[in-house]
């Protein structure tokens, strides 16, 4: 199996005239195809400076990443959304959309200039709508939705992008219970049949747990990355929160308030 990116040596965090801050350092991180790899941290450890990093919307400190084995830097705009396609957590710039044509523009790296959609796309777009069962918001204004369900609108938007490797931060934040299982089973079941890899930040550790192939783990000492077994089995999830209210049940595979 490929590896449909891998960072070498890489170092995250941020530059100002005060110097550098380092969040993380000497990543050595493999997105292979065909798996459901979950980000987990503490808030504010830096998975989204990390998924910002690795799409290549942010510059690294050092290090580099390479998308297919070549540098992310290298990719023009239009091939970079063939083969990648992020949905990260800034709220949408205003428009007048509807849902339909919020998941058509998944579709723009594949149009012609004035983004005309062919019988292709149109399927593309109706199969990414089905999958996320958005069907009855289809021609809802994007502002008449509530947070949840443009959740799964941006979710079918990168799914009718059709791309390699897809990058979610935090797409389960707004939903119940019975959504987020639903979307991380949806997300799982594209992984294995697709052979898309599909990495995912999330605070739902113990689902994550449940329901990913791999996970990385960002901890103030290291960042690690492994299957969620075998991480169990290191004890790796007792170090992922500094509290004396909680601690990781390794047979139960979740966490238990004291
Ligand atoms: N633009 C910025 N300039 C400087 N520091 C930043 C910037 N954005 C974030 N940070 C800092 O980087 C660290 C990591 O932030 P990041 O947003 O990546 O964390 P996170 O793990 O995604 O957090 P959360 O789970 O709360 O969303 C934090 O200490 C944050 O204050």
Same mark, same amino acid.
């Given at each position: 199996?490929a590896?449909?990116?891998?960072?070498?040596?890489?170092?995250?965090?941020y *530059?100002?005239?005060? !110097? =550098?801050?380092?969040?993380?350092?000497?990543?050595?991180?493999?997105?292979p195809?065909? #798996?459901?790899?979950a980000?987990i941290?503490?808030? !504010?450890i !830096? &998975?989204?400076?990390?998924?910002?990093?690795?799409?290549?919307?942010? =510059?690294?400190l050092?290090?580099?990443?390479?998308?297919?084995?070549?540098?992310?830097?290298?990719?023009?705009?239009?091939?970079? @959304?063939?083969?990648?396609?992020?949905?990260?957590?800034?709220?949408?710039?205003? $428009?007048?959309?509807?849902?339909?044509?919020?998941? @058509?523009?998944?579709?723009?790296?594949?149009t012609?200039w004035? !983004?005309?959609?062919?019988?292709?796309?149109?399927? #593309?777009?109706?199969? @990414?709508?089905?999958?996320? +069962?958005?069907?009855?918001? $289809?021609?809802?204004k994007?502002?008449?939705?509530?947070?949840?369900?443009?959740?799964?609108v941006?979710?079918?938007?990168?799914l009718? %992008?059709?791309?390699?490797?897809?990058?979610?931060?935090?797409?389960t934040?707004?939903?119940?219970?019975?959504h &987020?299982?639903?979307?991380?089973?949806?997300l799982?079941?594209?992984? +294995?049949?697709?052979?898309?890899?599909?990495?995912?930040?999330? +605070?739902?550790?113990?689902?994550?747990?449940?329901l $990913?192939?791999?996970?990385?783990?960002?901890?103030?000492?290291?960042?690690? %990355?492994?299957?969620?077994?075998?991480?169990? *089995?290191?004890?790796?999830?007792?170090?992922?929160?500094?509290?004396? +209210?909680?601690?990781f049940?390794?047979? #139960?595979?979740?966490?238990?308030? &004291?």
């Amino acid at each position: 199996m490929a590896d449909v990116l891998h960072t070498d040596n890489l170092s995250i965090g941020y *530059t100002s005239k005060a !110097g =550098k801050t380092v969040i993380a350092k000497n990543l050595n991180l493999t997105l292979p195809d065909g #798996k459901l790899i979950a980000l987990i941290g503490a808030n !504010g450890i !830096g &998975k989204s400076t990390l998924l910002r990093t690795i799409t290549g919307i942010q =510059k690294p400190l050092e290090g580099t990443v390479f998308l297919n084995d070549k540098k992310i830097t290298a990719y023009e705009p239009l091939e970079l @959304a063939q083969n990648l396609s992020v949905v990260l957590t800034e709220k949408l710039p205003p $428009s007048n959309l509807t849902v339909f044509e919020l998941v @058509a523009l998944g579709r723009q790296p594949y149009t012609n200039w004035i !983004g005309t959609l062919t019988d292709n796309d149109v399927e #593309k777009v109706r199969q @990414a709508i089905e999958l996320t +069962h958005i069907q009855h918001l $289809s021609s809802k204004k994007h502002y008449e939705i509530s947070d949840g369900q443009l959740q799964n609108v941006l979710v079918a938007r990168a799914l009718a %992008q059709d791309t390699p490797l897809i990058i979610l931060d935090e797409p389960t934040t707004h939903l119940d219970l019975v959504h &987020k299982v639903a979307l991380f089973k949806l997300l799982r079941k594209l992984t +294995h049949e697709t052979g898309k890899c599909i990495l995912f930040s999330t +605070h739902d550790v113990d689902l994550a747990i449940q329901l $990913s192939d791999e996970m990385i783990v960002m901890t103030p000492e290291k960042t690690v %990355q492994n299957d969620p077994c075998t991480l169990i *089995t290191e004890g790796t999830f007792n170090t992922l929160f500094e509290d004396e +209210h909680i601690f990781f049940d390794a047979e #139960k595979g979740k966490f238990i308030i &004291k």
